[in-house]
Structure formats: structure tokens, C-alpha cells
């Protein structure tokens, strides 16, 4: 039986808008890239996401999650199974004597706009991750950071369901925040919520603070272009980007992909690139780098998709 027709006969409690059919998932990623999903579905509060894991489990169909699309790189071939998009949307701030701040917030909230809305609150600690695209939910997956702050510096606490449907609340430590990797490397979790600890501030002086790294950000990185951000990892020793830069790729091109002018970190979509293009470029990129310094590079962005 076809997914759809199982999704119709089932009593899912999702609303038939949040349930789309062969959905572009360029649409959904900010390199613009990837085929169709079979099924792409938006999952707006735990209870949804709870009755979606349901679904899928007792029908044995794939699914995958995605939050905002900031960090991923979507296969030509599209996606079999289910696409959950968490799109949980809560904001509760609760401001205690001693200055310190406690925020609730969804994981499908923007990690950009969530830094506004809290700075119309007066409350600071979120402005050097303002211009970071994704979603709460990908940015604690990934302990997200920029200008000397990460993810871990700011959460207390994550609420997380297992993919049995299972909830729990997990504590910072207890998420074993690293270098952009956290738990959920090991641990098919899925953030539903989570507690930030920040401060007092006012509201001119986040905004500021605010503008002044979104100016630093525009200078020095290729948003003028679709990318996954910083395509590769930073090493232990040395700097990604610099080593790139000196093997004279900024500018290589292979198809619509290009090693950005502007920052060798980043592959860039220059224009209809596929995936296959892209990862043809990761491929001459490690290469080279391998061969001119003896690193082996990782990639910082995740790839889903592909038939079966």
C-alpha cells in the first residue's frame, strides 16, 4: 500500500495542510538544492510528532528530520518515506531577581528571529548566534556557534523524544556538547523544546551588538549565494578554510558549484547546482588538500536522501 493511502486511512492527528506530497526539498534547504520527498509533513507540537513516530513505526516507513534546512545537502534522487519538519513554535520567558533569565522555546523556532524577539524583551545572550540560519532544534544538534559562542554556552536544558516515542529531559551535560557535534550523533533524539539560561540586557544595546555581527558576517561570507554555511569542519590544528585558500581553489568550479571567492570554507550554489555537483567539488576539494598538506578534511554539513 502507497504511503498516502496509508496516511489517509490512518487517524494521524496532523491537519491535512501540514501533510504535502511530493514536495521539492530545494524548497526546504538553504543550499536550494534536492529532489522531491514522497512525503513531507510539519509536525507544529509534541503531541503531532508523537503520533507521526507512531505512524511510522507500525508501517515500518522511513523517515528522516529535518529542522530548518540550514545544514543539509538534499540527494538528486529525492527522498523515500517521510520528511518530519519540526515546526514547534513556543517562546516562555521567566526572569528571576539575580539578573539570570530562563527562556522556553520550541525547536522549530529561528535561531535569528527568536535573537529579536528576546532583545524587545531586553534579554541578552543570543547576539553572536543571531546570524546563524538554522532552527534551535538543528543549532543544539549540532552545538551551532559563531564569534566565540556556542550552543552549550547558553542551554540548560533540552526536552528530547526517542524515535519509540519516549519522552525525556536531558541536561546540559548530559547532551556532551563538542565542536559541532553533541549526543545526537550517537543517539537518534529528537528536540521538542529546550531551556536557555541568558541575562538582562537593553534593548539598544542587543540590537547594536546584533548589527555589528551581522555586518562582520556579510563581509566576510559568501551570503550573496544558497550554501549550507561553513561546508567543512574546522581541524584540531589548523584552519579548514585557510588550508583550501592555499591550494588556490577559491573559484573552482565544478558545475553550478563554486569554492566561494570570498571564503574557502564555504561551496557555494552559483546557480542550479545538483548535488552531484557538489559533492563532486567536496570530493576535489579533499583531495587536493589531502595531497598539499596530509589532512583529511571532514564535512561540517549532513546529506540525506537517495532511492532505494
Known amino acids: 500500500m502507497q504511503i498516502k493511502d496509508l496516511i489517509e486511512k490512518s487517524n494521524l492527528s496532523i491537519p491535512k495542510e501540514q501533510i504535502i506530497y511530493d514536495e521539492p526539498m530545494k524548497k526546504h534547504t538553504s543550499f536550494k538544492i534536492g529532489g522531491e520527498a514522497e512525503v513531507f509533513i510539519k509536525a507544529k507540537s509534541e503531541l503531532e510528532l508523537k503520533s507521526l513516530l507512531e505512524f511510522v513505526n507500525k508501517n515500518k516507513i522511513p523517515s528522516y528530520i529535518v529542522g530548518n534546512g540550514s545544514n543539509l ?5 529525492g527522498i523515500e518515506g517521510i520528511v518530519i519538519k519540526i515546526d514547534i513554535q513556543k517562546l516562555e520567558i521567566q526572569k528571576k531577581e539575580n539578573g ?5 522555546v520550541g525547536a522549530g523556532n529561528k535561531l535569528g528571529k527568536l535573537a529579536f524577539e528576546l532583545a524587545n524583551d531586553n534579554v541578552s545572550g543570543l547576539e553572536e548566534l543571531a546570524g546563524i540560519p538554522g532552527s534551535i532544534g538543528g543549532a543544539i544538534r549540532m552545538n551551532a556557534g559563531a564569534h566565540g ?3 552549550k554556552d547558553i542551554v540548560q536544558e533540552a526536552r528530547i523524544i526517542d524515535r519509540e516515542g519516549k519522552s525525556r529531559v536531558l541536561k546540559n551535560e548530559e547532551l556532551k556538547f563538542e565542536y559541532r557535534n553533541s ?14 539560561k541568558l541575562q538582562e540586557g537593553k534593548r539598544e544595546e542587543i540590537l547594536k551588538k546584533i548589527k555589528e555581527y551581522a ?3 556579510r563581509e566576510k561570507q559568501p551570503l550573496e549565494y544558497p550554501s549550507a554555511g561553513s561546508t567543512f569542519k574546522r581541524g584540531d590544528t589548523y584552519i579548514t578554510a585557510k588550508l583550501i585558500d592555499e591550494c588556490g581553489l577559491k573559484g573552482y568550479k565544478i558545475g553550478g558549484a563554486e569554492v566561494s571567492k570570498k571564503h574557502a570554507g564555504f561551496i557555494v550554489n552559483k546557480g ?3 548535488e552531484n555537483d557538489i ?17 583529511d578534511i571532514e564535512l561540517e554539513i549532513e546529506i540525506l536522501g537517495g532511492k532505494k
Open 73 to 77: 545537502l538534499v540527494q538528486d534522487e
Open 149 to 151: 559562542k556556542e550552543m
Open 100 to 104: 539570570d533569565i530562563f527562556v522556553k
Open 279 to 295: 559533492l563532486k567539488l567536496v570530493e576535489h576539494v579533499k583531495k587536493e588538500v589531502f595531497r598539499k598538506f596530509g589532512e
Open 183 to 196: 549526543i545526537f550523533s550517537k543517539k537518534d533524539y529528537i528536540v521538542t523544546e529546550v531551556t536557555l
Open 215 to 217: 555586518d562582520i558576517r
Open 272 to 274: 542550479n547546482a545538483t
